[in-house]
């Protein structure tokens, strides 16, 4: 049985989810990914396999995101943190290695107002789309549209 390989990549600051300002963040850390998809996607589950990968420097993330695209990866569930709104290198990196990629953030980025540049995102125009503002479930749902997105595909 084939599975869908998706990448979960976590920029900078984001190796605490769980402990790191859990008042913004929630307590909910990526150890409780896998049993959040499962009890979202119930069997369908069993067919994707997650692989997690944090790193705070740029050319890391661009480094195993290029990893990502030689191993043919399904598609990656992308927090790149504050890259999202800086990172040209990271943005030019996703434009060219075309795999499905759905930008992932725990909060609510647009409803930060009080710092319009978070508003923006470089990235989110290589996307198939963006989840933002319901914590560790913005990943469930990012890794259910690539699911989605991958069995469109593979039908």
């Given at each position: 049985m084939t599975k869908c390989r998706i990448l979960v990549l976590n920029g900078p600051n984001l190796g605490h989810i769980g402990k790191r300002q859990p008042e913004i963040y929630g307590s909910r850390g990526m150890d409780d990914l896998g049993l959040m998809v499962g009890e979202s996607l119930g069997e369908a589950a069993g067919r994707i396999e997650l692989s997690f990968f944090q790193a705070n420097g740029e050319g890391q993330l661009i480094d195993r995101l290029e990893q990502a695209w030689r191993d043919k990866l399904d598609g990656v569930a992308f927090n790149a943190g504050a890259f999202t709104h800086t990172s040209l290198a990271l943005a030019d990196c996703?434009?060219?290695?075309?795999?499905?990629?759905?930008?992932?953030?725990?909060?609510?980025?647009?409803?930060?107002?009080?710092?319009?540049?978070?508003?923006?995102?470089?990235?989110?125009?290589?996307?198939?789309?963006?989840?933002?503002?319901?914590?560790?479930?913005?990943?469930?749902?990012?890794?259910?549209?690539?699911?989605?997105?991958?069995?469109t595909k593979n039908s």
């Open positions: 996703l434009a060219w290695i075309g795999i499905p990629c759905v930008e992932v953030h725990l909060s609510n980025i647009f409803a930060r107002t009080d710092q319009p540049l978070r508003q923006q995102s470089l990235m989110g125009r290589s996307a198939i789309g963006v989840v933002a503002g319901f914590g560790m479930m913005s990943y469930v749902l990012a890794v259910s549209a690539l699911w989605q997105h991958w069995l």
